[in-house]
């Protein structure tokens, strides 16, 4: 089974629609990431999470909300989809190894999303 | 403005020569530097990274070179394989930031 799984893989909806992508993962990971992937512009973090009580915005949240709903879920929600959000979603974890080098993140499959 | 930059989209390169994947960046605060290889359908998965210190690390067919002066990273995997044929992100972080900034990517097609 895969360690970091996302769902739903794939998501059409339509503009000014509420939507939800959600992340698990078994890795026994406190951090937890989202990001999306736009062609052309690789992948930028939307939020990140250090434990359950610790939220964090990334380079690009505005339109995004998370929940942290325990260690092992991490949702990413959509209030009101616009089509430039359509994009590549990925979830990802991390687990805290030193005080000095960033952690190695686990990547799930991915969300497909297309907003119309 | 684009702190980690990938300026090739794409490479092509025969079965069994080097693939050689360059990186530049602009933020001389970074000094941890990752490659991620993405295959369609799948996450990004880490392959290897380097820390400022170095200015070389190797793994198997895989080395990754620093030179910090220039800002500049390169991948280098020797002998390419068409199971390498994926896209690969270079990534850069800050010492306690605990997050990175992803590059654009490049795609590599290696043709057997």
């Known amino acids: 089974d895969a360690d970091v799984t996302q769902t739903p893989r794939n998501r059409i909806t339509k503009t000014g629609k509420r939507i939800m992508l959600e992340c698990s993962q078994t890795?026994?990971?406190?951090?937890m990431y989202w990001y999306r992937q736009d062609p052309g512009l690789g992948l930028r973090l939307i939020y990140y999470?250090?434990?359950?009580?610790?939220?964090n915005k990334g380079e690009i949240s505005d339109g995004y909300s998370v929940s942290r709903q325990a260690q092992a879920k991490f949702s990413l929600s959509l209030e009101s989809a616009i089509p430039n959000q359509t994009a590549l979603y990925f979830c990802?974890?991390?687990?805290?190894?030193?005080?000095?080098?960033?952690?190695?993140?686990?990547f799930g499959p991915g969300t497909r999303l297309t907003v119309l | 403005d684009q702190q980690v930059k990938q300026n090739s989209p794409s490479l092509s390169v025969q079965e069994g020569r080097i693939s050689i994947l360059n990186c530049d960046y602009t933020?001389?605060?970074?000094?941890?530097f990752l490659w991620y290889k993405k295959y369609p359908a799948e996450g990004p998965t880490f392959l290897i990274s380097?820390?400022?210190?170095?200015d070389k690390n190797e793994d198997g067919r895989f080395t990754v070179f620093l030179n910090k002066s220039a800002k500049h990273l390169s991948l280098h995997i020797v002998p390419s394989q068409p199971g390498d044929s994926a896209v690969y992100f270079c990534?850069?972080?800050?010492?306690?930031?605990?997050?990175?900034?992803f590059g654009t990517g490049t795609r590599l097609k290696v043709l057997a």
């Open positions: 990534a850069a972080g800050k010492p306690g930031a605990y997050k990175y900034i």
């Open positions: 990802a974890t991390s687990d805290f190894t030193s005080g000095r080098a960033p952690d190695t993140q686990y």
């Open positions: 999470s250090f434990d359950v009580k610790d939220i």
């Open positions: 890795k026994g990971h406190d951090r």
């Open positions: 933020n001389s605060m970074f000094d941890y």
């Open positions: 380097i820390s400022s210190i170095k």
